[in-house]
């Protein structure tokens, strides 16, 4: 199977921080991806070096075959590069569905009646098609995240990358979320999630990678990963010798 994307060596530094430290891993195309690690791991950062938001020290990122290290966030998303926030960002003053049109709009350069086609498609996939013309600011917490969704699979995306979507949900609304984000990863979209509900992650995802201060501590299946001691001692703070 070949690569959608590729870090290699990538690395980051604010000043004394650093929040990427020679970070080097692949994705295959149509793999769903769990990155796990505590809070400030630099996490949140790896997907911004992944989009172009941050500018790498260095190292380089392969992207659909791509150089795409000194491409701008924008030509990134264009190729097929998008993502979902921690924080859920939509323009809470216009419904679901002209949030939907804004991204399919100025991220795939959608037009028209196609536009306007993909938009009803995707929400009918994020299961918010019957909230399609109510004002975002309304929806609840659950309905929010979907939106997240919905927008960023509207940018028509080759790599989908999760931010903690499942964060703040109830036990059934995770259930319910967890569902739609395997028929997304089902059709062919390939996933990198960054999430702290590691049931929900386990639910979904190939292989799992683990990072702490920047550093890829543990990569592979995600049995083998959940028991391995390093992530036993230092994401889930069990002392692995007590
Ligand atoms: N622009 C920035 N300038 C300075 N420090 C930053 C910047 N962005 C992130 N950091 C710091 O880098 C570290 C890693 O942050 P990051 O948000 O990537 O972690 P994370 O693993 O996503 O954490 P969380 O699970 O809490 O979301 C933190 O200490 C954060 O304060």
């Not at 938001?53 to 992207?63: E, H, P, Q, S």
């Not at 659909?64 to 939509?90: E, H, L, N, Y």
Request: with cysteine; aromatic share 4%; hydrophobic share 45%.
């Amino acid at each position: 199977m070949t690569e959608i994307l590729k870090l290699h060596n990538l690395g980051k530094s604010f000043g004394a921080i650093t929040v990427a430290n020679e970070l080097s891993f692949g994705l295959k195309q149509g793999e769903a991806l769990g990155v796990l690690g505590p809070n400030g791991a630099g996490k949140t950062s790896m997907f911004n070096l992944i989009t172009g938001t941050l500018k790498a020290d260095k190292g380089t990122v392969t992207f659909d075959g791509k150089d795409v290290t000194r491409m701008s966030a924008a030509d990134r998303c264009r190729a097929g590069i998008a993502r979902s926030f921690q924080v859920p960002q939509p323009f809470v003053g216009m419904t679901v569905f002209e949030n939907a049109m804004v991204a399919a709009t100025q991220a795939a350069d959608m037009k028209g009646s196609a536009a306007k086609q993909h938009c009803l498609e995707v929400l009918e996939q994020t299961e918010l098609l019957h909230r399609a013309n109510a004002l975002a600011g309304t929806l609840t917490l659950l309905e929010r995240k979907r939106l997240e969704l919905t927008r960023a699979l509207c940018a028509k995306p080759k790599l989908l990358l999760l931010d903690e979507i499942a964060g703040g949900l109830t036990e059934a609304e995770c259930v319910s979320l967890i569902s739609t984000i395997k028929k997304i990863h089902k059709s062919g979209v390939s996933i990198i999630w960054i999430e702290h509900v590691v049931h929900a992650l386990l639910a979904v995802v190939d292989r799992l990678v683990v990072i702490n201060f920047g550093e890829q501590i543990a990569e592979g299946d995600p049995d083998t990963v959940m028991k391995s001691k390093e992530v036993q001692e230092i994401y889930l703070g069990i002392d692995a010798n007590g």
